[in-house]
Every structure is written in structure tokens, then in C-alpha cells.
């Protein structure tokens, strides 16, 4: 059993940078563990999400990445991006202090969706460190080669890139920033905005950081204003 890129489902620009990666013996291994996961449990997100970030965000277009560790494994929620859930499921705790931080940074007042695609369309890679789950098991995908996957991801826009911001929160982000070139990058770390977490993520200012960066870099800054989501939609 051999992967064939043809039938690896992800935008063209990443498939050609993680050309080698889905060549690996590793991916292949990582392939054959989630056929047997899908055979015995329901898998969270949907097959066509798997690679939702990536299809959303084209390597050339990442100029922040937003890294989460694992995808929500509640029913309806994960969509292939990091801390982001559908629209018309309720807003989950780390998401919401995310929305308290922005309006304490930015004044920008809470959107009524957790669907962080126009993040994600405007250059945001909002990826996670595992990229399936079982249904109602938490980090049940850990070992099947996922965060291989990723850490090379990451790998491949420090050494590909220049001036991408990476949002690292809590300890699990933070132990990738070895992955990352600090001369070529910016690394801006925090706390985890999990309720679970012993607080400080409020006040990093994250959100008016990345956007100063930007527009120092000549890059345009991120609109992170999901109520303008509609808007940019209809355009």
C-alpha cells in the first residue's frame, strides 16, 4: 500500500511543500491508523476537513499561524481549524476568552459564531498539532503521526518563509517554538485562554501585536473582526 498524490486532498501549494512528508513511511503508517480508527468509531472532523486549514490558507498566503493541539472531539464541532467550531454551535470556553481578549485589545465586540473562517482567509493558518480525533476521546489520535505531520509543517514555513507571526498558547504551543527560526519569525507566547488555565492570557495583546508586526513587514494586517465576515462573504 503506497500513498498516491493524486488522491491526497489538500490545496496545491501545500502538496507541493509536504510533497515529502505524504511520501514518508510515516504518513503511510499515519494513513493506515486512521482507516482502522474510522472502521470502529466515529472520527471528528469529517473527512473533507481534515484539511480545511491548509485548503483555506495557501502556503504562499500564511503570515500568522495560530497553533492548537487537538481537534474538538464533540459532536458538530471540530472543522479542521484551530479553536474554531461551525456556525450555530455554541462558542467553547477557550474561543470565548479568545472574543474577551480581542474586545480588551481591539474593542471589537463579540461576534455571535465561533466559525473562524475569515480568519483563515485572510492569511491566519489555524492549525492544530493532531488533525482527527475519536469522537468524545480527547488526544485518542496522539500516537497515529499527526504531530509529525505538523512539526514538519511548521518546519516548512519557518525555513520556506520570512516574517510569519506564530500565536504560541500554553505549554503544548510553546514546546514548538524550537521548530521555529526566531531570526526570520516573530514568536509571541501567552498562556493558554482555556478557563482550565491558571490565567495570563488575558492582556498579551496578542491580536494588536501581530497586526503592528504586519504593517511594519508592509504586509496588509489581519481584520479580526468576525462580524465583518458577512460582509466580506457578499463582496
Known sequence: MEISLDKVKIEQSWKEVLRDEF???????????????????????????????????????????????????????????????????RVPPSLKNIYKEIYDDLGIVEPNSGDLTYWAKQGVLLLNAGLTVEAGRANSHANFGWHEFTDAVIKHISDKKEGVVFLLWGNFAKNKASLIDPKKHFILMAPHPSPLARGGFFGCKHFSKTNQILTKLGKKPIDWDLNNYRKFKNS
Not at 41 to 65: G, M, Q, R
Open 23 to 89: 511520501l514518508a513511511p510515516y504518513f503511510l503508517k499515519l494513513k493506515q491508523n486512521l482507516v482502522r480508527a474510522k472502521e470502529r468509531a466515529t472520527i471528528f472532523p469529517p473527512s473533507n476537513l481534515i484539511f480545511n486549514a491548509f485548503n483555506l490558507t495557501p502556503f504562499d498566503e500564511v503570515k500568522v499561524v495560530i497553533l492548537g493541539q487537538d481537534p474538538y472531539h464533540g459532536l458538530g464541532q471540530a472543522m479542521g481549524l484551530s479553536f474554531s467550531v461551525p456556525n450555530g454551535i
